[in-house]
């Protein structure tokens, strides 16, 4: 850089917005104490609200800034929407648990922004250095609001749990980068894209070995923060130990970021190697959707079983990426934002498991719902058959775009086992149809759920019912954004 | 014809009836005495309709008729497209027809959560009509599996002893089958651009493919259907299920199989079918036979219907693959008889059930003396069920061993073995409910059928009479439909099936030879 200009700032609006006002919360929290939480809560879920309409109404054209570490493209967009939508409303189910379960403190929210900052940084991460710093941004949030209940010796444990192996993960992340860096020269995306694409055509179309491990090494650590078998140990442990609006905040908004960029770094500065990372992406999401559908069976928690469905899940959006086509990237992208909409839900229903005042996990406390809570019980059925994937449901049509790159693709092995796991993985999900519908009712829960919880309720039932009616505007916006990753 | 969209009508009245019973308020006998009465009348509308179809329906012409296409998925080229063809039409009406019976055979014997109860079953019902009347592949495999979610609550909620265990293996039997069919209409869809079912009708597909979709269309199909040995769900589910919801599976569910069969495998895999028919002609002999002699031993009476109807399905499938057009009408025939005659059964054994609550056929005995309505209305019925001349089932059961007799006649003999033993089966049940003494204490203060129950009754066994006596209205509207489609395979068939055979692996080939 020979010449310093100044940056063009508009493009990096909604995260600078983010920022200022996440600190100037923190200030107003620090005056005003713990109970100013209610106020800071919905204040954050407006200045996510503000970011998701500055994303919206940004130019929706391809434009880097900061010297190409930061970049704003349809792509970006579609993903940070989804990030925002998930995060705002974790906030507002969670405002109910938060008060009664003696997690009134100011922080919570702030931290949920501060993670959210971090992730849409993530998102419009060019650079393996923005990449790094928006990855650890996010993650040093999350291991804080894992263990928030620090009186709760599970919740202690979880933050642990994930601290631990989250801060292994950033170390095999940043061996890769450095390798990357070491055989390429460059920590630009764009730059290490046309450096591997010639050092390839030297070489006999071999690739250099360093390189090769670099990228073993980021796919290792991104699979880790997507919770991919074999590196999702963490993810039952910590979704049953965290509080349940943190369970939920990490069902929806920190899985779809790293998604992102596990989609944009292969796509993007990797997109040469397609042959190379195939295997990896294949394997992993075989192994995932497996382990999701039958580690699920045995399950008593529901927040444990809801966090082995996830693995499932981000196998099936794998199969979309394992594909290397736009189509597959679309079919991840509708498949994610409809995984959102779904566990949503499904945390809501959960955060509603509440009886004399005790919050309740266990799958067996669902008996009989149908009869004390017919509403919620419908809602969970909703969500449940969605997830098996049965039509006309919303998750069926997450299924079928991911499918069809798939077989467009030739992978029909794939497609197949996919197809196989999603119909075992139907087992677990209609047992809990059949707790709520066909046993014995138990003992109502609390009543009412609270204004918050029934209209998150509402909404992510009514999207996932009738999604098929309007699905235009979720498969514009990922056409758009996946047709962005393949110039 | 009208530009009212007379399909789409008929097709989400009944969601439209499942959503008014949602507004119903009052306290509970309110609720469920109008649940009722909104359900009942939905579907007797909804049947209206249907004969109104019927009446404009042109009998000349194979084409798709009453046709409605909106744009669905544009990006896609999918589409929302309905019709009908003389094929399909009779099986709507077959739906619409079961449906009302089936809301007035369970105004009493459910009492519990009558509203989820009608809201589930006029769910069931639109999901059933549009199976038959999509024209879109993908809209078809939706209603198809979209069934299983109301199927499931109805068996799991109001079902005996063991309806969770017959639920689960009802869903994810079907459902394992039905994903590969899933995956069969992607890859056709990203081969010939569309979904449309017309379209791909005219879409001539590479031996080696057909072989492959025809086989994952086969994992869905026969287990629908159900197909020896694929039928083990359904015994569990029929026994299990409330005595409605026994009725609709065995009417018009299993039907949904063999439609699957005709719509699809037929006219768009014609070699592969060809290639295939010698092992579809096994399973159905092995059916044929195997499932009536299981049925013979039976104790529980709704387990020996239920191994009736995969026998008499069983004899359907070897008609749908005789190619020619006796066999295929025949088999039709034979699916919209079994419906009627399934159905009743069911019905029968439900009206005792509901005064006795067993159904073992040994708590049963010379039920003549004291219900000698009940006695000829069961007695039509068994006659149907065997075939006997004058009844709906002889047209059916003698048109599909015409048509095999001229393909091979050692299926048509083994065929008509199962033929003997269902006589034997169902006379012999026969026997042992209604005649000989009456000397069970608790039977003897039995009553006979009430109005209700003659009145659902009545129009079955008035249908099983005509469609026995004079078939010929039936046979006009499918002949043309089922006469293209036998042109349909024909032309496609030269020779096909030696391709088919020279692809697949020696051995393989053999043993399915």
Request: aromatic share 14%; charged share 10%.
């Amino acid at each position: 850089m020979a010449e310093f200009t100044t940056p063009d700032y508009l493009t990096a609006l909604p995260e600078m917005f983010l920022a200022a006002v996440s600190l100037v919360l923190l200030m107003v929290g620090v005056f005003l104490g713990n109970r100013s939480t209610n106020l800071l809560t919905w204040l954050c879920v407006v200045a996510m609200g503000a970011a998701f309409i500055m994303v919206l109404v940004g130019s929706h054209a391809h434009s880097t800034t900061f010297f190409g570490m930061f970049v704003s493209d349809s792509f970006s967009i579609f993903m940070k929407c989804l990030v925002l939508i998930g995060a705002a409303v974790t906030l507002i189910m969670g405002m109910g648990y938060v008060k009664r379960e003696g997690m009134n403190r100011f922080e919570f929210p702030i931290l949920i922004l501060f993670a959210t900052l971090g992730m849409l940084l993530m998102i419009s991460a060019n650079d393996l250095i923005a990449l790094y710093v928006g990855l650890e941004l996010q993650s040093l949030a999350l291991y804080i609001v894992a263990a928030f209940r620090r009186d709760s010796l599970r919740s202690s444990e979880a933050g642990l749990k994930y601290f631990v192996l989250g801060a292994l993960s950033s170390g095999m992340l940043l061996y890769g980068c450095s390798m990357v860096y070491g055989f390429t020269g460059f920590t630009g995306f764009d730059e290490i894209a046309v450096a591997i694409s010639h050092q390839g055509v030297d070489a006999h179309g071999a690739v250099p070995i360093g390189i090769l491990i670099g990228l073993v090494f980021i796919s290792a650590a991104l699979a880790f923060k997507v919770s991919a078998v074999p590196f999702h140990m963490w993810t039952p442990d910590v979704y049953e130990g965290a509080p349940t609006p943190v369970t939920a905040f990490f069902a929806a908004a920190p899985k779809i970021a790293a998604m992102a960029l596990f989609l944009r770094v292969l796509l993007g500065p990797f997109h040469e190697l397609l042959t190379q990372w195939d295997q990896i992406i294949i394997f992993i999401s075989i192994a995932s959707m497996a382990l999701g559908a039958f580690a699920a069976i045995g399950q008593k928690n529901i927040k444990r079983l809801i966090a082995y469905s996830s693995i499932g899940h981000i196998g099936y959006a794998l199969v979309g990426l394992a594909a290397g086509t736009p189509e597959g990237v679309r079919g991840v992208l509708i498949y994610l934002a409809i995984y959102m909409v779904m566990s949503l839900g499904t945390f809501a229903c959960i955060l509603a498991m509440r009886r004399r005042g005790q919050m309740l996990e266990r799958i067996e406390d669902l008996s009989g719902l149908s009869k004390t809570n017919p509403a919620i019980a419908l809602a969970l059925a909703i969500f449940m058959f969605s997830m098996a994937g049965i039509p006309p449901l919303a998750g069926f049509f997450g299924k079928l775009y991911v499918f069809m790159a798939a077989i467009e693709q030739g992978m029909y092995a794939l497609a197949v086992i996919g197809v196989l796991t999603s119909a075992v993985g139907a087992y677990y999900y209609i047992r809990i149809v059949k707790v709520m519908y066909f046993d014995k009712p138990a003992e109502s829960f609390d009543k009412p759920i609270g204004a918050e919880l029934s209209s998150v309720l509402i909404g992510t039932g009514v999207i996932t019912m009738f999604f098929f009616a309007y699905p235009t505007p979720v498969l514009e916006g990922a056409q758009a954004a996946a047709a962005l990753l393949f110039p | 014809m009208t530009d009212w969209p007379i399909l789409s009508t008929v097709t989400f009245l009944p969601l439209l009836g499942a959503a008014f019973i949602l507004l119903i308020r009052g306290d509970e006998a309110t609720i469920a005495r109008n649940s009722r009465h909104v359900a009942l009348w939905t579907s007797v509308v909804a049947f209206g309709i249907c004969l109104l179809l019927i009446l404009d329906f042109d009998t000349t012409t194979a084409e798709f008729q009453f046709e409605e296409y909106a744009p669905w998925l544009p990006e896609f080229g999918i589409g929302y497209h309905l019709g009908v063809d003389g094929i399909s039409v009779f099986f709507l009406l077959l739906t619409t027809f079961l449906v009302p019976i089936c809301i007035i055979s369970c105004w009493e014997a459910v009492k519990t959560r009558v509203r989820e109860y009608m809201i589930a079953f006029l769910v069931l019902e639109t999901m059933m009509i549009g199976v038959f009347s999509s024209l879109d592949m993908l809209m078809f495999y939706i209603f198809f599996e979209g069934q299983l979610i109301p199927m499931f609550l109805i068996i799991g909620i109001w079902g005996g002893a063991r309806r969770v265990y017959s639920a689960y293996k009802f869903f994810l039997y079907t459902l394992l089958g039905s994903v590969l069919f899933l995956l069969a209409i992607l890859f056709m869809y990203l081969q010939a651009g569309t979904t449309d079912i017309p379209a791909l009708m005219n879409e001539v597909w590479a031996p080696a493919v057909q072989t492959w979709l025809w086989l994952a269309l086969f994992a869905s199909f026969a287990v629908k259907l159900p197909m020896w040995p694929f039928h083990t769900w359904l015994p569990d589910a029929h026994v299990e299920a409330p005595t409605a919801g026994s009725v609709i599976l065995a009417g018009i569910l299993l039907k949904m199989g063999g439609y699957g069969f005709l719509r699809f495998s037929l006219p768009m895999f014609p070699d592969a079918s060809e290639f295939f028919a010698p092992f579809v002609f096994s399973l159905s002999v092995v059916a044929v036979i195997y499932t009536s002699l299981v049925a013979l031993m039976q104790q529980d009476m709704k387990k020996l219907i239920a191994y009736s109807s995969v026998a008499h399905m069983g004899i359907v499938t070897i008609g749908l693959f005789t190619f020619n057009a006796q066999g295929i009408e025949g088999g039709i025939f034979q699916m919209l008889s079994h419906g009627v005659v399934s159905a009743a059964l069911f019905l029968i054994v439900g009206v005792v059930y509901d005064r006795v609550h067993s159904r073992e056929i040994a708590s049963y005995g010379g039920l003549v003396h004291r219900m000698p309505v009940y006695a000829l209305v069961f007695m039509v019925i068994t006659l149907a069920s065997i075939g006997l001349p004058a009844t709906s089932g002889f047209v059916g059961e003698f048109l599909i061993f015409v048509g095999v007799f001229q393909v091979n006649t050692w299926v048509a003999m083994l065929g008509l073995t199962g033929v003997i033993l269902g006589a034997a089966y169902m006379l012999w049940l026969y026997r042992r409910v209604i005649f000989g003494e009456l000397t069970k204490e608790n039977l003897k203060s039995i009553t006979d059928l009430k109005m209700r129950e003659i009145g659902f009754f009545a129009p079955l066994v008035v249908l099983v009479l005509f469609m026995g006596i004079y078939p010929k209205p039936f046979l006009d509207v499918l002949h043309v439909s089922v006469e293209n489609l036998v042109a349909q395979t024909q032309m496609a068939r030269t020779g096909g099936a030696d391709v088919v055979a020279d692809l697949l692996p020696d051995a393989l080939a053999r043993a399915l030879r």
